[in-house]
């Protein structure tokens, strides 16, 4: 290895290490927290922070959670009042909801499978020291809260709490006009969600007319071309589509781009099935590690034989970013 590579891989690590949450890990928290704190009533809310809750601890005192949104890797909770707090995790933020707050021993650790919270929220009674987390996965997760990471503490009216913790405070609260937030520079410069009716095969190719000598994999990491599709869900959805990532969107033909739509997709629908991949950052709402990581195709599978041909995974750096392949599959 060249010491140029390896300045690379070094760089790479950087990255690798700060990696946001991505859209089905985003997804699978929001489901979780939406189970628990929807149609709950906020009856205090404390700012620990001013750098990571940029709004006064008054202002959504006494509002509801009428629902929890999405938007690419961001979280909305919609409020009533016409409010809306739009949540940004960013790479070390965490949220954990506690049933019951103070407790020094909870079943986060405990907890086999998602159905149990979902279950006991239709009906079941919940267990009392229950803890649902999601975000960067830290000691924090199973940790005495509040501590010094913790930024911001909801209580609701159930007596739950949601706890905001960010070690590194790039994470963020801010408050907005639900009026307002088709307007803000968040999410007014994002590309449509992949899940979208916009995102489709007409859309990709009249960006790609502009930005023709792009690399197809750069092209889809780019968030203002389509909202929440990183690293892993690229090189899988490349794989399916057998297009290899260094491929210029010019020479992508029609067939390949409705390949690339579905391949996609499919990527992201595994993740949410899997609860995102816990290899960086990521544990799902309720404390279970994601599973992505276990099925899939190239992505990290460096030199393994690729499941459909037997050829070795290949890994490149592209942008910055670990790029795998399988050089047959792929063209
Ligand atoms: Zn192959």
Redesign the pocket.
């Known amino acids: 290895m060249t010491p140029l590579r390896q300045g690379f891989e070094g760089q790479e690590q950087l990255v690798r290490g700060e990696n946001m949450p991505e859209l089905p890990e985003v997804e699978t928290i929001r489901r979780g927290l939406a189970k628990v704190i929807v149609g709950r009533k906020i009856v205090k809310f404390e700012s620990r922070d001013a750098k990571v809750v940029r709004f006064d601890e008054k202002d959504i005192t006494g509002l509801k959670i009428e629902g929890i949104d999405r938007k690419a890797k961001m979280l909305v909770f919609e409020l009533n009042g016409d409010k809306a707090i739009l949540i940004h995790l960013k790479m070390t933020g965490q949220l954990i909801w506690e049933a019951c707050p103070g407790e020094t021993e909870f079943c986060l650790k405990k907890m086999k499978s998602p159905s149990t919270p979902f279950d006991t929220a239709q009906g079941g009674s919940l267990r009392a020291n229950q803890r649902l987390a999601g975000g960067h996965p830290s000691p924090d997760w199973v940790a005495k809260l509040p501590n010094k990471h913790t930024r911001a503490i909801f209580s609701f009216d159930d007596k739950s709490v949601l706890f905001f913790n960010d070690v590194r405070r790039f994470g963020y609260l801010k408050l907005y006009k639900k009026s307002d937030l088709g307007h803000i520079s968040e999410l007014k410069k994002l590309g449509p969600e992949p899940f979208s009716k916009e995102f489709n095969t007409e859309y990709l190719i009249k960006r790609a007319e502009r930005i023709p000598n792009r690399k197809i994999k750069q092209f889809i990491i780019d968030q203002e071309i389509i909202s929440g599709v990183g690293n892993i869900y690229v090189d899988e959805a490349l794989f399916y589509a057998g297009i290899l990532p260094t491929r210029a969107v010019k020479d992508i033909s029609k067939t390949e781009w409705q390949k690339i739509v579905k391949s996609i997709k499919k990527a992201l629908e595994l993740g949410l099935k899997y609860g995102g991949s816990s290899e960086d950052t990521y544990v799902d709402a309720f404390g279970n590690p994601g599973t992505m990581n276990d099925h899939t195709k190239v992505y990290r599978k460096k030199g393994q034989p ?1 499941g ?2 037997g ?1 070795k995974v290949e890994r490149i750096v592209l942008g910055g970013r670990g790029t795998h392949f ?1 050089p ?2 792929q063209k």
Do not use: G
Request: glycine fraction near 0%.
């Open positions: 690729c459909k041909c050829t399988c047959k599959c």
